[in-house]
């Protein structure tokens, strides 16, 4: 098998752990890389990339790869996916390509008429425990499945000026679990009813935003998720995905700092989850390039492509019109 | 302190209970039984009371007795309670009062007017798992509560002639898990959203009734709660209720029939879930009883009054109305 | 089925609980009580026991019942039950019989050739988790067993007094995990090897005893069981049971005094065991009693017969001896 | 900080890891590489070692490097160890150090006098699980420890070849928990009492062997530990440590495939602990070799030194010796 040339764009926090997880991987050979900042660059000399620049077209001009990593700001993606598309890549972008529903459609667009392939960073479906519910589910442990609950908090809000321009939780936050009731079921999603207050900081209400959610939503068959989100948990990162259906039952935990157990006249005393999503999800990130490298080998449709994006952001936006009119929104409705 | 003596109406599988705990209690006699029924009165009578009738006027009219028990069919409780009241009875009642906001209203007034002791039979709030959750809520334990999820599936669906006159799912299931929103944070609900379906057993849909259900409540201070049913558990009766809050989070989980694990080659085994609320409240009722009896002798206020049983019916209908309007309906729309 | 008598020597706690706990069986009446302490007898008097007396010999001679509980000091077993069983009683007794290996062989003897039940009291073979594991080694779950390993610590050690006429540590605390031992995989004991140290209470020492202890036993079959012992748990009563075999291994857990998880930012906290054997084994004595009516009314061999008394003597005399010489001793040795 | 030049000698599976997570670390860099297997030595060829080698004694007459990794068949450690001490480099030896106690006392002078560092291999002690056990003993979180626990059962047996050559059950594999045993309390053993049994396969025993074992070990304080091995668990690699003492208890678990819970009819299924000690010891394998370079930049003591190889050989040996002549073991009569 001949290598697979790379090249990456932005080298941000989550553009490092992808560079660091290809840099260990065999049969694939990360040729260039960009970023304006010349922290990022340094990073990448450092990591003795031989093409380095601070300017996206120049990264696609240079031009002797065949798959393009986007990990640069969200509101480059989708131009900067429509860019290599055209230039012929094949391109893993993190999520999301935009956060208007219109310039999702075009960049889709553009990506099916150049026939290369995506891949959207949903990196939670490569995480062990949600995989391991998604296959018992495929595999009919717990039947027909009835109700899907998803716990999803962090263990700190992220700065306001974060918050007002990531679309606000439904988007930034929660959209991770949309795509989750979609993955662990294999259903799409057909309506939304979301309910959420401001409860752990006044600053974000006042940025318009809320931090505290409950979201229903109903599949194509009448069954249902709930999804439950918080921007504050005392005790670390919670995820946790549960599916119940007419079988039985499959619960996935989150992940501990360690299994220890002190007992003591006080009671029993054990680790709190891991503390972020970068600690819990590494394993994951190096997973989901793996995949991405496997799908370009195969020239098969990739695990989580741009219609995951679409549904995802489709589901987030009828999420915001939900709180806002305090009713429940069919996806049909957002177009 | 002088006995305190007892009447009960209704001798089935619940007043049969209540029946044998009474009866181990100190400082309580049971002195009449009514039930329509010869075997219960049979037991009545094999269990050394003195006066047994079939008619519950007869019950009343025998009058010595400070306390009554009411555990004969929902459809009977509004009377019977009205005229326990008016003769003076201090009464406990298995829930609902009535399935009619309005005659709820008038019987509450009759037992206010009368100046008797009234409680409810929300026999979960004297669950060990769920008074632990409230006492450590009360302790501010998980500091302000921002988010209650409650469980609750049952091992099987009743009978549909049961289903036909209990009300539905959320008048004869959901109300208990009504009752334990409000109490293991001590705040009101003023909105409801529901959504359910028919998933378990297309009969329950013919009888006009739905068998899974996903309900979204909205407290006083805007923090939220969710509730999932099934009528339909494969692994036994499912009763979990977790609080989260600006300080942590507590976790109350089921009770199992025993706590063995086997490791083997194909992975780790445990026991399920008690199968049915008989055997998970079995203690519960016994502290329920309790209870009253402490409430009797205290002149106190009950720990579960009709209020209780007013409020937890109204979220009921407001589920109802929610569930067929497909909207959030608010608790003062109730009327 | 016509009425079983019982007569009951001994009114302390566990008389009071298996009191207790017969009158709420069915099929069953309590004709005579025995207790040389006055407030005991006034116990059984409030209990509506017909014939009260504080002596043993009146007890007997009364004669109207065919079976009787001792439940009275260790020192007294032996006569006692030498008395019921040449009176033709059938007889339930506390363990031990007696710590004399050579007053227990003539009491068995007695027992034998008057043809009636012994039943002993190691209540712990009754306990639902214990059983459990009993029950999968039966059923071959774990395969051959290879390793069983007995945890029993106790929340605090008695008195000294107790100790100095208890026999120690081996004859009071671990003759119930010698018991265990030989019950959880049906095979006997060929050898032991005790060691212990004084590390709670120097007092314990100086009364000729240990406090903490670690015994290895070899069966038959060269399979081994580890017990570890501790009169001094700071978090409660410990008591667990694991049995390895060849195809896999189960485990019982203690009972805790609920399921409760808090999470805060401290870490995971959840209540402690069930703090001592009463409440621990509340449900067992329930079962061993009925248990024993059962093994009346069928006719059967008793499931817990002297012939387990005088294997679990054996053992812990071994023990003693091994601590004593520091060496393995056989159970042969101990005649 | 200036790189720290190492040579690795031998490439096997073991040496492969060691080699593969030194590559990964900043300041360090692998300049030499001396495996007698072509295989082995193109390993280190694709991974640009610039001198390699199939003789240890040209390995270390390159010279340019001042630490070594010991990583060839253990009967080459005391000559490797010697030779590279001799030669002034500081070394890293996969345990043990020799079968022979003579042979490590002498090895153990020839590193002291020629003023290198020596670690030895104990790779459990930088399990994150062990290692919180240490961390809350040493925090005192259980008071003064009175028994420690520990299970180490392997998923099956090696080869009889193997078993043949390895010193037997107690020097390859029990050797891991002696280790653990002085590790997580700080204490030195002074007896050794050792009970074996062959009950998983007959060929271990003919080879003179045993391949089930339970053991007692003794504090210079009198605490206890009690060690339980299988050579083979159906459910996977076993490994976990129990400390108990007079304030608590600290437990340590095995870690799982993932965290799933799958609830059905037949009961809760979860996954088995990781298979073999590869999985299992991951991650510690990488964080003792950057303990070894902390060790080495920071010229202080190694964290596990040649007493502990020392001391660890000598339990092992009293414990082949205790099993042989059925007897408790001194420390002091291994000389």
Redesign the interface.
Known sequence: MSTIKFAIAGLGRIGKIHLDNIL?MDGVEVVAAMDPSKECREYAKNNNIPFITSSYKDLISMGDFSAILICSPTNTHADYVEMGALAGKNVFCEKPLDLSLKRVLEVLNVVNESGVQLMLGFNRRFD??FK??HE?VKED????P??V?I?S?DPGAPPVSYIKQSGGLFLDMTIHDFDMARYVVDNEIVEV?A?G????DPAIGAAGDID?A?V?L?YTD???A?I?N?R????GY?QRVEV?G??????????F????????????????PLHFFLERYQEAYKTEIQDFVKGLSNGIQMSVDGNDGLQSLKIGLAAIKSLKE???VKISEIV
Chains 1, 2, 3, 4 share one sequence.
């Open positions: 260990q062990k425990e391991k519910v018992l442990a717990v039947g027909k009835h109700l609950k716990t908090r009813y309910k207050a401001v409860l752990v505290t409950v229903t109903t009448g069954s249902m709930i439950d918080s504050e948990a005392a005790y919670d119940f007419s079988k039985g039952m499959v619960q996935s935990n989150n992940i700092h360690d299994s220890h157990k002190l007992y003591n006249k006080q009671g029993i005393h054990a680790a709190n305090n009713r429940p």
